[in-house]
């Protein structure tokens, strides 16, 4: 292959909902670009794009996957994305890389969720977007259907260039209103026939070519006043106007395919290679500093890893775009993020587990390298005198976590490092070793995201694991103040153990101030407050220490040992041993011993006193509520609602936005458990959802008595 240019180079990524055909289109066009001399299908398990192993066991795609075909004196880079929103990262890291979005539909499902998720992620991120209706073969597509959908959901902005003469099983040809000529194929597609237009189709041909010219027109004063003057606009005028029109997403050009039958793919290539923008015509990336970075090929060099995978026999491939400059092989670049130097020995260009080896690539250009020593994904590599360093892709929030271990105990080490080295190829997965819950908890996008890992773990690896599910990470507080106090006392021989610690608790509310006096049983305590410590707690809220000693019952010196005490007890609380929050804890009395005192029998009367004054004060468990928003159809809203609020969630509202519904709520974390499965089966997939944490509140009273019961049956078995 020979070295493009900047100007020469174009990068879409291909999204789309689950079963919208997109690997079998990337087939088609590796057929008609000349990369493969003979189409695979999913069903024979031998395509380009879904080349692992769990790809072909599933039947779908599960990684983004990076092929190239020239065309046209062009180099387009393609990235074959997952439709599944459990892989939704994939997706994500492609569209943040391309320049240009190409939008499958499947033409007998039109707008799905998925279609229409993906649409507000290429509006987020402004880039370009043209629509594929596929599977026009099929006996229930509505290609009208499709095009009332769009127009009603994205305006005159969806216009149509082509069009189906039929659609179903006699589906033979298209009518192309920029070139206004039909394309009509054999039973075997491929090349078609191009043929003037039948007389049939004249007129609705003739109306649509004008919309397309009109359209192209709005997006150039000059092309407009030349269409008002002319009444219509040549081919190349209208090529230039659909071309500023994708710039500005003014317009979403519309074409059809049968991927399956490599029909109208060949000129859907035409396309890409006439008018979609080369990559210095699309805006400027910025680095971490907010400096834009021109796709310059003689600047200094920069790379960003955008994705990481290991392949069998290979080891480590990394992914990358060229920023800026032109990176050859042999060359040393610094990782801007590790601080480590890496070598290029080898640069390829990709069609999935296709690689074809360069000698250099240019600025905009995208491409992969083997066994970088010290690389993840997301990280920058910059030649000499430059320090870009770049973090521009934002992935969705977890929704679905399970507690993870390995069959065998002893392979613990093993698991957390094949996490890691997972973690790297895929950000959306995250992990946590939780000290609070004694648990390793692996959190992805979907119970598929994770039996997808589960598999890998135990398929290529041969590491049997088992998923199951996490405890809540619960806090304990109080609600009301309460007096304790608590003698320690030892004695075994020689010197003994003594302290003696009394304390008031009461909930730490922000900008409440402490009070003079506390009133208990009818005894009155004043409190005059030495020291104040307030200690932010690791896992959130605040522990108040106040020092109210008097007359010197306890010397200073035993001080930091009582909060010792009291924060053990914080972090292993009094009711569930979940980590307690927000109380404030004033020591105000005691007794010590001139020759038996020292820090333990401090410490250990401390941490007793807090435990009584804590278990007094009418103490409640928190649990933490996640903020979540659910996307689906009209007619599943009344099942989705129901298995909500048989969730306890709390529906916070609900809104229509382009062609869906939207659903927001709050619902407690330990309900979520199986959301993502129960959402899946009552929409019949067609449903999404995110979650983010929101707060802690108080469980219902019933839900805490459960709590504290299975707590005690727990800490009586042990």
Avoid at 529 to 543: A, H, M, N, T
Wanted: with cysteine.
């Amino acid at each position: 292959m020979k070295v493009y240019q900047s100007d020469e180079i174009k990068n879409i990524a291909i999204v789309g909902s689950s079963g919208s055909g997109k690997t079998t289109l990337a087939e088609a066009m590796l057929y008609e670009g000349g990369v493969i001399k003979r189409r695979g299908s999913i069903g024979a398990k031998n395509t380009v794009c879904d080349y692992f192993p769990v790809e072909k066991d599933y039947g779908y795609s599960v990684f983004s996957t990076l092929f190239s075909v020239e065309w046209q004196d062009r180099k387009l880079n393609f990235i074959d994305c997952p439709g599944s929103d459990d892989f939704v990262g994939g997706a994500i890291a492609a569209l943040n890389i391309c320049d240009t979005a190409l939008m499958v539909i499947n033409g007998q499902h039109g707008l799905e969720v998925g279609t229409i998720n993906m649409f507000r992620y290429t509006e987020k991120l402004n880039k370009p977007l043209i629509f594929i209706i596929n599977q026009l073969d099929h006996e229930k597509c509505d290609f009208e259907g499709v095009i009332s959908q769009l127009k009603e959901n994205y305006g005159g902005r969806a216009i149509p260039v082509q069009y189906p003469v039929s659609c179903g099983a006699s589906f033979n040809a298209v009518v192309d209103v920029l070139k206004m000529k039909m394309y009509q194929w054999k039973p075997e597609g491929g090349v078609p026939a191009v043929m003037e237009i039948p007389d049939s189709e004249k007129e609705r041909a003739n109306a649509m070519h004008l919309a397309l010219a009109e359209a192209a027109a709005e997006n150039d004063e000059d092309l407009m006043e030349k269409y008002f003057e002319q009444g219509s606009l040549d081919e190349e005028d209208m090529r230039e106007g659909i071309r500023k029109g994708l710039l500005s997403r003014g317009m979403f050009p519309i074409f059809c395919v049968c991927a399956g039958k490599d029909m109208c793919v060949r000129r859907s290539l035409e396309f890409l290679g006439n008018i979609v923008p080369c990559v210095d015509k699309m805006p400027k990336y910025k680095n971490t500093e907010g400096k834009e970075i021109a796709v310059d090929a003689s600047a200094a060099s920069s790379l960003f890893i955008f994705k990481t995978t290991v392949e069998p026999h290979i080891g480590r491939v990394s992914f990358f775009k060229v920023m800026s400059g032109t990176v050859k092989v042999g060359d040393d670049l610094l990782n801007e993020d590790r601080g480590s130097k890496e070598r290029i020995s080898q640069l390829f260009v990709v069609s999935g587990q296709n690689r074809l080896e360069v000698s250099e690539l240019k600025a905009g250009d995208i491409g992969a390298c083997l066994k970088l020593k010290d690389v993840n994904t997301g990280n920058t590599l910059n030649g000499k005198g430059v320090d870009n360093k770049f973090d521009f892709i934002q992935y969705p929030h977890s929704k679905y976590r399970r507690a993870i271990r390995p069959v065998n105990e002893s392979d613990v080490e093993k698991l957390s490092e094949l996490l890691g080295r997972m973690r790297s190829e895929d950000p959306t997965w995250k992990i946590e070793q939780s000290k609070e819950l004694r648990q390793m908890i692996i959190y992805g996008q979907g119970e598929f995201h994770l039996k997808t890992l589960k598999w890998r773990l135990e398929n290529n690896e041969k590491l049997l694991v088992e998923f199951s599910e996490p405890k809540i990470p619960y806090r304990e507080t109080i609600t009301t103040k309460a007096r304790a106090d608590h003698r320690h006392r030892k004695q075994s021989g020689g010197s003994g153990q003594f302290g003696e610690v009394h304390l008031i608790v009461e909930p730490y509310v922000e900008g409440v101030p402490l009070a003079e006096f506390y009133k208990f049983n009818g005894q009155e305590f004043k409190i005059q407050s030495r020291d104040v410590q307030e200690i932010d707690l690791e896992w959130g809220g605040k522990l108040v220490f106040v020092n109210s000693i008097v007359g010197g019952s306890i010397d200073l010196r035993f001080l930091p040992a009582i909060l010792k005490g009291v924060m053990a007890r914080m972090d292993q609380g009094p009711l569930t041993g979940s980590y307690a929050r927000d109380v404030r804890v004033i020591v105000y009395d005691g007794k010590m011993h001139p020759v038996d005192s020292n820090e333990i029998s401090f410490m250990l009367a401390g941490r007793h006193a807090f435990s009584e004054a804590f278990k007094a004060s009418s103490p409640k468990i928190l649990e933490p509520i996640y903020d979540i928003e659910v996307s689906l159809p009209a007619d599943c809203m009344g099942d989705v609602m129901g298995d909500l609020q048989g969730r306890r969630a709390m529906i916070m509202g609900i809104s229509s936005e382009k062609g869906y519904e939207k659903l927001s709520a709050k619902v407690p974390l330990k309900e979520m458990s199986t959301y993502s499965t129960s959402l899946s089966s009552l929409t019949g997939g067609r449903a999404s959802f995110s979650m983010k944490f929101s707060s802690y509140e108080l469980v219902p009273m019933d839900v805490q008595e459960k709590l504290l019961k299975d707590y005690a049956a727990t800490q009586t078995a042990e």
